[in-house]
C-alpha cells in the first residue's frame, strides 16, 4: 500500500477517534451501566428551567437547609431554657453564642449547596448538549461519506483502491454511532441526578452555546472569590465559634470532663474533599477538630481550647488558599480555551473552503480524487471537533468561576439554533 494511503487510514482513525464520547471532556463519569440503546426523547428543559428544578428538587440543598433549620430548632430550645437553664448550665450563655454564628454558617452552608448544584446542573446540561451535537456532527459526517461513497465508486477505474479508503472511514464513522448514543444516554442520566429527579429530560438545545467572561484578569478573579465565597465565610464563624469554646471551658468550674460543642454538633457532617497528588496537583481541605470531650482541670481544659481555636484559624486560611487557587486556575482555563478559538475558527473557514472546492471538483479537471476530498472533509471535521471542545472548555472554566467567585460572577450563555441537519438520500 502507498505511503500516502496508510497516512490517509492513519488519519481517519484518529478522526474517528476524535468523534468518541467515551472522551467526553470534563471528566464526567457515571457509576451505572449504559443502556444498550436511546430511550425516548423525555421532557424537553432549557438550562434555565433545569436550574429551578434543582434548587427545589436537589437532596444536597435540601440536606443544608435541613441543617440550618436543626440549628434554629436547637437555638429556641437554648432560649426557651431560660434562667434556670443559665444556673445548671455555666456556659449556656456561650452555648446560645455559637449557636447563633452556626445558623449564619448554616446559611452560607446553604448558599454554597446551591453555587455547587448550578455548577453541576450547568457542567451535566452542557455535556448533554455536546453529546446531541456529536450525534448530529456524526450524522453529517455519515451523510458526506455517502455521497462521496457513489463519487469513489464512478471513479474506481480512474482512482483505484481509493473506494476502499472511503469504505473505511464510513465504516469508522459508523463504529462511533453506539458510542455516540451511550454517551447521549450518559449525559442525560448525570443530568437528571444534578438536578435530583427521577423524571426523563432532555436539553432543549444541541449545540454548544457562546459566553463571554466579564473578568478581566486572574487577580481579579481571586479577589472576587476571596470576598464572596461562602466556604470562606463558614471558616471564619468557624473560627469564632471555636474561640468561644476558650470562655466556655474557662465558665465550666467543678468538673474534670468539660463538654465542648461538639457534644452537641457532628462535625463529621462537613464533607472535606481529599487531595491528589499524581499528574494532576489537587490539594484538600484541612478537616476541623473539635472532641466532644476535652480533659483536665479549668486551666487545662482553657488550654487545650486555645490550641483548638488557633487551629482554626489555620483552617481559615488553608481554606482561602484553596479558594484562590481553584478561582485562579478555572480563569486562566477559561482564557486558554478562548484564546483558542479564533485561530480555530480561521482555520475551519479555509479547510471548509478547500473541502467545498475539492468536492465540487471531483474527477474535473483538476484531477481531483476521492482521496483528496476525504482528506480535507477529515481535517475540516476535527478542526471544528476541537472547537467545540475549546468552547466547551470554556464555558465549563466560566460554571467553575461561578461557583468559585460565590455567585459574583455570573455566567451568561448566547445559545444559537443548531443548524438543520443533512438530508440524506
Not at 484578569?217 to 464563624?237: C, F, H, T, W, Y
Not at 469564632?240 to 454538633?265: D, H, K, V, W
Not at 481535517?379 to 471537533?385: S, V
Request: glycine share 6%; aromatic share 4%; with cysteine.
Amino acid at each position: 500500500m502507498p505511503r500516502g494511503s496508510r497516512d490517509l487510514l492513519r488519519f481517519i482513525g484518529q478522526s474517528a477517534i476524535a468523534m468518541s464520547l467515551a472522551t467526553i471532556p470534563g471528566q464526567l463519569v457515571i457509576a451505572q451501566e449504559s443502556p444498550a440503546k436511546t430511550e425516548s426523547a423525555g421532557r424537553t428543559l432549557s438550562l434555565n428551567e433545569c436550574l429551578a428544578m434543582a434548587m427545589d428538587q436537589q437532596a444536597s440543598i435540601r440536606a443544608a437547609r435541613a441543617t440550618l433549620h436543626a440549628n434554629i430548632a436547637k437555638s429556641d430550645a437554648l432560649e426557651r431554657s431560660g434562667r434556670l437553664g443559665a444556673v445548671l448550665s455555666t456556659d449556656l450563655r456561650v452555648r446560645r453564642q455559637q449557636v447563633s454564628h452556626g445558623i449564619q454558617a448554616s446559611r452560607l452552608g446553604v448558599a454554597k449547596a446551591e453555587n455547587e448544584t448550578r455548577q453541576a446542573v450547568t457542567f451535566t446540561y452542557l455535556m448533554a448538549v455536546y453529546a446531541a451535537q456529536q450525534k448530529r456532527e456524526l450524522a453529517a459526517m455519515t451523510a458526506n461519506l455517502k455521497q462521496l461513497r457513489e463519487g469513489a465508486s464512478r471513479l474506481a477505474e480512474r482512482f483505484p483502491g481509493q473506494l476502499e479508503l472511503v469504505e473505511i472511514a464510513n465504516n469508522a464513522t459508523a463504529s462511533k454511532v453506539p458510542e455516540a448514543d451511550n454517551g447521549y444516554e450518559q449525559a442525560l442520566a448525570a443530568l437528571r441526578e444534578a438536578i435530583g429527579t427521577c423524571e426523563r429530560v432532555a436539553p432543549a438545545n444541541d449545540t454548544i452555546p457562546s459566553a463571554t467572561c466579564s473578568i478581566a484578569s486572574k487577580d481579579e478573579a481571586i479577589s472576587m472569590a476571596v470576598n464572596n465565597r461562602p466556604e470562606i465565610g463558614q471558616a471564619e464563624l468557624a473560627s469564632i465559634i471555636f474561640a468561644l469554646e476558650i470562655e466556655a471551658q474557662c465558665r465550666m468550674r467543678f468538673t474534670m470532663a468539660g463538654r465542648t460543642l461538639a457534644s452537641g454538633s457532628d462535625l463529621h457532617a462537613i464533607l472535606i474533599p481529599t487531595g491528589q497528588f499524581d499528574e494532576k496537583y489537587l490539594p484538600g481541605a484541612i478537616a476541623p477538630e473539635m472532641p466532644s470531650v476535652i480533659p483536665g482541670n479549668r486551666r487545662d481544659r482553657v488550654t487545650q481550647a486555645e490550641i483548638l481555636a488557633t487551629r482554626a484559624t489555620i483552617v481559615r486560611e488553608k481554606v482561602q488558599a484553596l479558594v484562590e487557587l481553584e478561582s485562579g486556575n478555572a480563569w486562566l482555563r477559561y482564557k486558554q480555551n478562548a484564546d483558542k478559538l479564533p485561530t480555530l475558527e480561521k482555520a475551519i473557514k479555509v479547510a471548509h473552503k478547500r473541502s467545498q472546492e475539492l468536492n465540487d471538483d471531483l474527477g474535473g479537471d483538476n484531477k481531483v480524487s476521492p482521496r483528496d476530498v476525504l482528506e480535507a472533509g477529515l481535517i475540516e471535521t476535527t478542526l471544528k471537533q476541537q472547537s467545540i471542545e475549546a468552547k466547551l472548555a470554556a464555558i465549563q472554566a466560566l460554571a467553575t468561576l461561578e461557583r468559585a467567585t460565590g455567585g459574583a460572577f455570573t455566567l451568561e450563555l448566547d445559545w444559537k439554533a443548531a443548524a438543520p441537519a443533512p438530508k440524506t438520500n
